[in-house]
């Protein structure tokens, strides 16, 4: 495999979606996965009530779309991870759910900050106003 894009998609895991134009011509769900890819997926569910980067994922993920796709999205995370441990023969680190919330946090920010920019305001942290 070249990289872990590819890995995915040998998967199954990636979107299936045909785009010309900006126009999505068609998104067929994929019939036939491979083994390895009901396996990730079957770790991917485990991580519904842990507390780590990957649990925080799968929770944040369900809360913008369904159940389903969210355990997809969280498989190909989880087949990435594998796929850059086996290549660069390498342990994973686990960051910790904390790290994942206070990276989301920090996002959010600077997309509203820039947001308010654009509309002419500026934003101000609340410990930070003048009383």
């Not at 389903?68 to 290549?87: C, E, F, H, P």
Request: with cysteine; aromatic share 10%; proline share 2%.
């Amino acid at each position: 495999m070249e990289n872990a894009k590819h890995f995915t998609s040998w998967l199954k895991l990636s979107p299936n979606s045909r785009i010309s134009g900006g126009k999505i011509l068609s998104n067929n769900k994929k019939r036939k996965k491979p083994k390895a890819a009901i396996y990730f997926r079957m770790c991917a569910g485990t991580l519904k009530n842990s507390k780590t980067y990957l649990g925080g994922f799968l929770r944040r993920k369900t809360a913008q779309t369904d159940y389903t796709n969210a355990l997809t999205a969280t498989a190909r995370k989880i087949a990435v991870i594998y796929y850059n441990m086996l290549k660069n023969k390498s342990s994973y680190i686990e960051l910790g759910g904390d790290y994942y919330e206070k990276q989301h946090r920090e996002r959010v920010t600077r997309n509203l900050r820039k947001s308010a920019e654009r509309l002419g305001f500026i934003l101000v942290k609340k410990d930070d106003r003048i009383s």
